[in-house]
């Protein structure tokens, strides 16, 4: 029968009337209001008068009509019944329709008593007008209702066919939220079907008149049975396996899966639909949360002045936000990329925060002009991230990853000792163990100065600067990460380029690998590496079939992975360690201390000097090889430098 009406609507063309229908002004619906309790008095009237009782006296009709009348539209404009959406009436609108109709009773009772006094007379029947309130209350709220339903259930109906059917995990308050949330939504984007109770405790119950699935049943099977196609998870007592349980079940059946935060730390609640996002692969990582020794961190840099190096990265700028936190007196964001710079200042402005922020756009290449910002603001502490980063780039360009990480990093290291800095703390890569590239040997060369560099203050008694290395691997969402790149790759429609099949990494985020920093930087006595706990290495061929079947598409159907080959000097497992390396734990117990064995400084500077040296004629035959001979567990992979690996070997 719906079906034949919905037909009938549909070749009429009526329906798109209502469908286009804007929100009527509120004083059609206030004369629409009238003439109900114009109806629903007559109503009352005929009633009371087929029980052969009188409910007004005819002759006073040109009084009672306009007095019944007048009190009710007061009260209707003292309750603003009119105000709300018809489409969209809640209880808020039934308790205003409540208490108008019987404040309307009440004053009617009193305009009768004080009418009988004067004239011995009464304009209306008491118990009539508590009848006719009754009557008024429930015509007023039902029509609302019927409209409501009839814009929720027929006109929503065809809109709702090309919805995506969502269930949404979760029974709570948080859930049900997030479900009022999503039906209200304009332009709506799922049509929801139920909801799955975690603990199967409110078996052949409802909510919002949606049914609460058991998850007895694997959530695939309840997805399939209801035939929905995204999941919603809203349940805040999920722990993180199990969330991740959830998720890599529903990917595996190509089921969308959305995140939502807990609507009690949502700050604008008419702004809950738009929170609802597809789970990001950070989202994923196997890591618990890192928990950080604040006391330590805010000792070392409350009321301090900060130099951030390379403060317009994704790690310096990630830095810089994270340092603001603890209050410094002064933070000194220092490169020489001058537009992120600038953007990262005017982001960071927007934090009320004491803190003066001091941009420089400088090059660590530089020693003089590096000299100047060190004599002017006198850094007690110095986050040193500034660094060429990419392989491929770096095996083209030699001298550049020298004068950058190497010359970049004995600058700053040499103007930390000569103006006293409490701590230097130098970001490095994974890369920099058994590196297979120029860019990883590169900074291998600058751990080796820095560790050197303190050996040598320490022997001469002379170790007031802490100069502390952290080590970690690959960094989600950072500049030039693989993540970005296959992201950009699946809104392009792929393919996903990949290097090799069987290439694994490590991972974390941008703001745990900070937050490491900070900590590393707040414990570490002098002369350390430190290396973080990565986690579980990922396979990069999984993660971009994750990726994939997060944005809702099939690996290799829709979106092809497609192989081209390692790149220069690209490894295919990235170490932490060196093979003759072993690790001290720490209080921390993601943070290790790397045990490195130690450059003589003065043969070591001379090395670096004669590097810097050779760098300045931009043979990269040559400086490569002078590389080999500071760092000599640098074997070239997959690039033109393995010549000179075969030479030393012949």
Same mark, same amino acid.
């Given at each position: 029968?719906f079906n034949a009406?919905?037909s009938?609507?549909n070749n ?5 009337v +209502?469908? %286009?229908? #804007?929100y /009527?002004p509120?004083?059609i619906i206030?004369?629409?209001? *009238?003439f109900?309790?114009t =109806? ?7 009633l009371?008068h ?12 040109i009084?009672s ?7 009710s539209?007061v009260t209707?404009r003292?309750?603003?019944t009119y105000s709300?959406i018809?489409?969209?009436s809640?209880y808020i609108d039934?308790v205003k329709?409540f ?5 309307a ?8 008593s004080?009418y009988?006094?004067?004239t011995d007379?009464?304009l +209306?029947? %008491?118990i #009539?007008? /508590?009848?006719?309130?009754?009557f008024?209350?429930?015509s *007023?709220?039902?029509?609302? =209702?019927?409209?409501k339903?009839?814009f929720e259930?027929y006109?929503?109906?065809?809109k709702?066919?090309?919805l995506?059917?969502a ?15 999503l039906k209200?939504e304009v332009p709506g984007r799922?049509?929801?079907v139920?909801f799955i109770d975690?603990?199967s ?11 609460i ?7 695939s099977?309840l997805?399939r049975?209801f035939?929905?196609?995204a999941?919603i998870?809203a349940?805040k007592?999920?722990?993180?396996d199990?969330?991740?349980a ?13 995140t939502v ?6 700050e604008d609640?008419?702004?809950?639909s ?5 789970f ?7 890591r618990?949360p890192?928990?950080l020794?604040?006391n ?7 009321g301090?002045?900060?130099l951030i ?6 790690i310096?700028?990630?830095i810089?936000r994270?340092?603001?936190?603890f209050n ?8 020489q990329?001058?537009t992120?710079l ?6 960071i402005?927007k ?7 001091v941009?420089?756009?400088?090059d660590?290449?530089n020693s003089?002009?590096l000299?100047?910002?060190f004599?002017t603001y006198k850094?007690?502490?110095v ?5 060429y980063k990419?392989?491929?780039l770096?095996e083209g360009?030699?001298s550049?990853?020298i004068?950058v990480?190497?010359l970049?990093t ?5 103007l930390a000792c000569?103006?006293n ?10 890369k ?5 590239n120029?860019?990883g ?5 600058a751990e080796?100065?820095v560790q050197?560099l303190?050996n040598?203050?320490?022997a001469e008694?002379?170790s007031?600067t802490k ?8 960094v989600?969402?950072s ?5 970005p790149l296959f992201t950009?790759?699946?809104?392009n429609?792929g ?10 990494r490590?991972?974390m985020t941008?703001p ?7 900590e ?10 430190y ?7 990922v396979?990069?061929i999984?993660?971009a079939?994750?990726?994939i ?15 081209v080959?390692?790149r220069?000097?690209?490894k ?6 060196n ?11 993601k943070?290790m201390?790397a045990?490195?064995v130690?450059d003589?400084f ?10 810097v040296?050779c760098?300045s004629?931009y043979?990269?035959i040559e400086v490569?090889?002078?590389?080999k001979e500071?760092v ?5 992979m997959n690039?033109?430098f393995q010549s000179?690996d075969?030479s030393t070997v012949?």
């Amino acid at each position: 029968m719906f079906n034949a009406v919905d037909s009938a609507f549909n070749n009429t063309g009526v329906w798109k009337v +209502f469908d %286009n229908l #804007g929100y /009527l002004p509120r004083w059609i619906i206030l004369v629409i209001d *009238l003439f109900v309790i114009t =109806v629903t008095g007559i109503l009352s009237y005929v009633l009371i008068h087929r029980t052969g009782v009188l409910y007004i006296n005819p002759k006073l009709y040109i009084v009672s009509i306009p007095v019944y009348l007048f009190i009710s539209f007061v009260t209707f404009r003292v309750f603003r019944t009119y105000s709300g959406i018809i489409r969209h009436s809640s209880y808020i609108d039934a308790v205003k329709i409540f208490f108008s109709q019987f404040t309307a009773a009440f004053l009617l009772l009193a305009f009768n008593s004080v009418y009988k006094s004067l004239t011995d007379d009464l304009l +209306f029947l %008491n118990i #009539g007008i /508590l009848i006719n309130a009754v009557f008024s209350f429930a015509s *007023l709220f039902l029509y609302r =209702v019927l409209i409501k339903q009839f814009f929720e259930n027929y006109l929503n109906q065809t809109k709702k066919q090309h919805l995506a059917k969502a269930i949404i995990y979760g029974t709570d308050a948080n859930a049900i939220a997030v479900a009022n949330a999503l039906k209200s939504e304009v332009p709506g984007r799922f049509k929801l079907v139920g909801f799955i109770d975690k603990y199967s405790q409110n078996k052949s119950k409802m909510i919002l008149g949606l049914p609460i699935l058991q998850h007895k049943k694997k959530t695939s099977t309840l997805m399939r049975v209801f035939g929905a196609q995204a999941l919603i998870i809203a349940d805040k007592s999920l722990t993180k396996d199990e969330k991740l349980a959830i998720v890599d079940e529903c990917l595996e059946f190509n089921y969308k899966v959305y995140t939502v935060p807990l609507v009690s730390d949502w700050e604008d609640q008419k702004e809950i639909s738009k929170k609802i996002k597809n789970f990001q692969i950070q989202d994923l990582l196997e890591r618990k949360p890192i928990v950080l020794d604040n006391n330590s961190i805010s000792n070392q840099l409350k009321g301090k002045k900060v130099l951030i190096t390379g403060a317009a990265g994704s790690i310096g700028s990630e830095i810089v936000r994270q340092v603001i936190q603890f209050n410094p007196q002064c933070v000194i964001m220092l490169d020489q990329a001058e537009t992120p710079l600038h953007h990262l200042g005017l982001e960071i402005c927007k934090i009320e925060a004491k803190t003066k922020l001091v941009p420089i756009i400088g090059d660590v290449k530089n020693s003089a002009e590096l000299d100047e910002v060190f004599k002017t603001y006198k850094p007690d502490v110095v986050y040193h991230a500034a660094a060429y980063k990419h392989v491929p780039l770096m095996e083209g360009n030699p001298s550049q990853a020298i004068f950058v990480n190497v010359l970049g990093t004995k600058n700053v290291a040499d103007l930390a000792c000569k103006y006293n800095v409490d701590s230097f703390v130098m970001v490095s890569t994974d890369k920099a163990v058994n590196p297979s590239n120029v860019m990883g040997a590169s900074k291998r060369i600058a751990e080796k100065y820095v560790q050197a560099l303190h050996n040598k203050l320490l022997a001469e008694g002379k170790s007031d600067t802490k100069f502390i290395t952290t080590r970690f691997g690959n960094v989600l969402g950072s500049n030039g990460s693989v993540v970005p790149l296959f992201t950009k790759q699946i809104e392009n429609g792929g393919p996903i380029t990949l290097t090799h099949p069987d290439i694994i990494r490590y991972f974390m985020t941008i703001p745990e690998a900070c937050q490491l920093v900070l900590e590393a930087g707040a414990m570490g006595k002098g002369g350390e590496i430190y290396i973080f706990d990565m986690g579980k290495p990922v396979k990069i061929i999984d993660l971009a079939k994750k990726m994939i079947r997060l944005a809702g598409f099939i690996p290799d159907k829709d979106i092809m992975i497609k192989i081209v080959g390692l790149r220069p000097g690209e490894k295919l497992y990235e170490e932490l360690l060196n093979d003759t390396s072993k690790t001290l734990p720490t209080h921390h117990e993601k943070i290790m201390i790397a045990q490195e064995v130690y450059d003589d400084f003065s043969r070591l500077e001379d090395l670096t000097n004669d590097l810097v040296q050779c760098a300045s004629g931009y043979s990269g035959i040559e400086v490569v090889s002078k590389m080999k001979e500071i760092v000599p567990e640098f074997k070239s992979m997959n690039s033109s430098f393995q010549s000179l690996d075969k030479s030393t070997v012949d």
